[in-house]
């Protein structure tokens, strides 16, 4: 998923402007239909219906791959239209079946260590996705179409490679096929939709102030990126293993501190060195946000978590909906108190991460539930 993603999101923008004349009410209205996909994850639920989960994933990759390599072929505002929502319902439905499918696989304790070592593997794929773009497009002359066609080809091959060469693995507990609301699991949707909120005010604005701000150019905006992954390549197994050891609460309250510090200090930072590593320590927290999953994987009727990760991917796109948007016009006036809505969200999320238990379980969601009936 990463290898052929980072292609795509690495070559839009340019690709946009120079081929379809895109301004910023294209490019806004391209972001906002990316992220409808995400908002309508749920529906994942009712493709179970009549698909197994394991080949709807493949199939979910395969179109995203599509999507990619057919980027190229219509260079016009509805034609990139019409492909990013194709490459963007591949990738939702991916990164919502991905999800379900780890929580049902791997084993409770040794879920926040794979997880982990999952985040370096897809930082491994982001890697050789950036460093090939340089490499074809500077030195070997590729352009976008050839570019986005090889990606979106690389990813086909790869998929109709897993289809046919992996056996359909044993499922566990048969999933529910409905949309599933379960009033002991609120912690758990909450603290989906803070993490959602909070993702978009950093994927949003922090690269944009970057460069308004202090006039980072393109380059140095792909340096920040690749040292992010390089981060999360070395540290993110280390990272899952420390919080399969020190638990949930402690992981996230660590996460949520830290977030504190970094959006506040966003909002006053004035030297363009200082901002760039709180940009790669925001990313490098993105890793610890894994205990979100954890928790809710152990407080979860085995027979809930497909329904339940296709609700949560919506939740957690609500935010993408209107955060923006309504941070977008509060921009205009004080960049600074948007990166305080950011620090206000982190605040939230660590009074909230405190009802976490020391052992969460069925029966024991939060610190004050304790054994009761499961509804």
């Known amino acids: 998923m990463p290898l052929t993603f980072s292609v795509w999101q690495a070559l839009l923008n340019n690709f946009v402007v120079e081929r379809a004349a895109f301004?910023?009410?294209?490019?806004?209205?391209?972001?906002s239909l990316r992220e409808v996909p995400g908002?309508?994850?749920?529906?994942?639920?009712?493709?179970?219906?009549?698909?197994?989960?394991?080949?709807?994933?493949?199939?979910s990759l395969l179109v995203m791959s599509v999507g990619v390599a057919l980027t190229p072929f219509f260079p016009s505002t509805?034609?990139?239209?019409?492909?990013?929502?194709?490459?963007?319902?591949?990738?939702?439905?991916?990164?919502?079946?991905?999800?379900?499918?780890?929580?049902?696989?791997?084993?409770?304790t040794q879920t926040p260590h794979f997880m982990g070592k999952?985040?370096?593997?897809?930082?491994?794929?982001?890697?050789?996705?950036?460093?090939?773009?340089?490499?074809?497009?500077?030195?070997?002359?590729?352009?976008?179409?050839?570019?986005?066609?090889?990606?979106?080809?690389?990813g086909?091959?790869?998929?109709?490679?897993?289809?046919?060469?992996?056996?359909?693995?044993?499922?566990?507990?048969?999933?529910?096929?409905?949309?599933?609301?379960?009033?002991?699991?609120?912690l758990y949707y909450a603290l989906t939709f803070l993490s959602g909120a909070r993702r978009q005010i950093f994927m949003v604005f922090a690269g944009f102030m970057m460069v308004e701000k202090f006039g980072y150019s393109a380059a140095d905006i792909s340096l920040l990126y690749l040292a992010n992954y390089v981060f999360n390549l070395f540290f993110a197994p280390r990272i899952g293993?420390?919080?399969?050891?020190?638990?949930?609460?402690?992981?996230?309250?660590?996460?949520?501190?830290?977030?504190?510090?970094?959006?506040?200090?966003?909002?006053?930072?004035?030297?363009?060195?200082?901002?760039?590593g709180l940009y790669?320590?925001?990313?490098?927290?993105?890793?610890?946000?894994?205990?979100?999953?954890?928790?809710?994987?152990?407080?979860?009727?085995?027979?809930?978590?497909?329904?339940?990760?296709?609700?949560?991917f919506t939740i957690n796109h609500i935010a993408a909906v209107f955060i923006p948007a309504l941070l977008g016009i509060l921009w205009l006036t004080s960049p600074s108190a948007v990166f305080l809505v950011g620090s206000a969200i982190a605040v939230l999320s660590l009074v909230l991460c405190s009802f976490i238990p020391d052992a969460p379980d069925q029966g024991?969601?939060?610190?004050?539930?304790?054994?009761?009936p499961q509804y």
């Open 118 to 154: 999952a985040m370096a593997v897809k930082a491994a794929g982001a890697l050789l996705a950036y460093s090939s773009i340089w490499l074809l497009m500077e030195w070997v002359g590729f352009g976008f179409t050839a570019m986005y066609l090889l990606a979106g080809g690389i």
């Open 156 to 186: 086909v091959v790869i998929t109709l490679a897993l289809w046919i060469a992996f056996p359909h693995f044993p499922e566990g507990a048969v999933q529910h096929k409905k949309l599933i609301f379960r009033r002991r699991y609120w």
């Open 241 to 276: 293993s420390w919080v399969g050891r020190v638990g949930e609460r402690r992981a996230l309250r660590v996460e949520y501190v830290g977030l504190i510090i970094v959006f506040s200090s966003y909002a006053f930072v004035e030297n363009a060195n200082v901002a760039a």
């Open 39 to 59: 908002f309508l994850a749920f529906t994942a639920v009712f493709v179970l219906l009549v698909v197994r989960e394991q080949r709807f994933a493949l199939g």
């Open 23 to 31: 301004t910023g009410a294209e490019i806004g209205m391209l972001q």
């Open 280 to 312: 790669i320590v925001d990313h490098l927290f993105f890793a610890l946000s894994i205990a979100i999953n954890t928790y809710f994987q152990k407080i979860s009727d085995p027979k809930d978590i497909a329904a339940t990760s296709s609700v949560s």
């Open 78 to 108: 509805y034609g990139l239209y019409a492909t990013t929502v194709v490459m963007s319902m591949g990738f939702h439905y991916f990164e919502t079946i991905n999800k379900s499918l780890t929580l049902q696989w791997i084993e409770k």
């Open 364 to 372: 024991r969601e939060t610190r004050f539930s304790g054994r009761q």
